[in-house]
Nanobody, 115 residues
Framework: VQLVESGGGLVQAGGSLRLSCVASSSTGSFRFMGWYRQAPGKQRELVAH????????GYADSVKGRFTISRDNAKNTMYLQMNSLKPEDTAVYFC?????????WGQGTQVTVSS
């Protein structure tokens, strides 16, 4: 399984970006999908996730109310809509997908928010 992220870039504080993660297999087959981010010198952290069985979503406190995760199984794509971006959102964002047996990662996409 390959995961390919896109949509990162440079944006001013207060701006928006939408990240996409396209999977080489059906996103409906994953029991969990999520977006992580890693800033320089910091640990990778879970930003938002979707649990397939329930369709429930979850967010880190730092992004609640600003980020929205969604998935389009017909397009094998997961999205992260990021609004009201802050400089502290600057990081490499990674797509993650988990099946019953494996854990898959994308290569990451850089998001830089200028103040």
């Amino acid at each position: 399984v390959q995961l390919v992220e896109s949509g990162g870039g440079l944006v001013q504080a207060g701006g928006s970006l939408r990240l996409s993660c396209v999977a080489s297999s059906s996103t409906g087959s994953f029991r969990f999908m999520g977006w992580y981010r890693q800033a320089p010198g910091k640990q990778r952290e879970l930003v938002a996730h979707i649990v397939s069985a329930s369709g429930s979503t979850g967010y880190a406190d730092s992004v609640k109310g600003r980020f929205t995760i969604s998935r389009d199984n017909a397009k094998n794509t997961m999205y992260l809509q990021m609004n009201s971006l802050k400089p502290e959102d600057t990081a490499v964002y990674f797509c993650n997908a988990r099946s019953a047996w494996d854990n898959f990662w994308g290569q990451g996409t850089q998001v830089t928010v200028s103040s």
